[in-house]
């Protein structure tokens, strides 16, 4: 990551074409995945289509607050509307569950996995399983730089408001073919020009929405001990960004009767896009579909009413 620093101008509200994925299928669970923290929902993309393809899975994911739009905007999100976003899409999704008699999975990527965690929390009653995939509470991977320590201090100075870290390699990706068509387009990226970010997130990571983090993973870490649905933990052993200690820190504090951490040998943080896609949403289907047989009752009672 490299540093650079501007004062961007407020700009309007751009008209993003989509607010995400949303597929449907006749029978089974329905799965709620949330990108991550400057992402997109095309993150998730090869696992949504998986789940709904291989598994008749209908899949949400839905894009969180502020993103798509210019880097200004994005700069100014407050942790609470990254939240509340997430608490918008999946309060949809149980209505949808309900009215089917599904099983409600709710996971994500990265910070996506936080908010998940955070709902399974809050809605203890309503969430049958929770999926982490690279679950974001410490930013201790092999590429993160000594200077990210020092971040958490521009939370009290102005610079906050000036300074962005440039994505660098290897972009949470070992696939390499991947990783330079990533470079080439975030390349195509300024400070004053995010237009692509809609597709493939953004090429600028703000400071101050950095700053907003850290309260919402202090947030999460508090909730853990109120997350009871079974639980999936996936996070690649060489994660460039969050070790394989994010996952470990969760699974020992949450109260799951049932947990399950699988650790990958073939990716860095973006496993739902790296070398071992297809194992990642093998076992995300697995999972959701061993919820299934609980709410195969509920789902009778909802056909039977309809």
């Not at 942790?79 to 569950?97: D, G, N, T, V």
Request: some cysteine.
């Amino acid at each position: 990551m490299t540093i650079e620093w501007a004062r961007l101008k407020p700009e309007p509200r751009a008209e993003v074409p989509d607010r995400g994925i949303f597929l449907q299928a006749r029978g089974g669970s329905l799965a709620l995945l949330l990108h991550g923290l400057t992402g997109s929902p095309s993150e998730l993309g090869y696992v949504a289509f998986h789940l709904q393809r291989r598994g008749g899975i209908t899949v949400h994911c839905p894009r969180l607050a502020n993103h798509g739009q210019p880097l200004a905007l994005l700069a100014r999100t407050r942790w609470q509307e990254l939240y509340a976003s997430a608490k918008i899409a999946f309060l949809e999704a149980r209505a949808e569950a309900r009215t089917r008699g599904s099983a409600l999975v709710v996971g994500g990527l990265s910070i996506g996995a936080n908010l998940a965690l955070m709902l399974a929390a809050e809605f203890p009653e309503d969430v049958a399983g929770v999926a982490c995939l690279s679950p974001t509470l410490f930013y201790d991977g092999w590429n993160v730089p000594w200077q990210h320590k020092l971040l958490p201090l521009a939370r009290y100075t102005p610079l906050k408001n000036f300074t962005f870290l440039r994505e660098g390699p290897p972009f949470g990706l070992k696939d390499e073919a991947l990783r330079e068509r990533i470079a080439a387009r975030y390349g195509e990226m300024s400070l004053r020009d995010s237009s692509g970010a809609a597709a493939l997130g953004y090429a600028y990571f703000p400071v101050r929405l950095f700053c907003e983090v850290q309260p919402l993973i202090r947030r999460c870490i508090r909730a853990l001990p109120a997350v009871k649905a079974p639980l999936l933990l996936l996070q690649a052993e060489n994660d460039d960004m969050t070790s394989p200690r994010n996952s470990q820190f969760i699974y020992d504090r949450v109260r799951s009767p049932r947990r399950e951490l699988v650790l990958l040998r073939n990716s860095y943080h973006l496993v739902s896009t790296d070398l071992e896609r297809a194992a990642v949403a093998g076992r995300l289907q697995a999972f959701c579909r061993s919820l299934e047989s609980e709410a195969r009752p509920a789902r009778e009672k909802a056909l039977a009413r309809a």
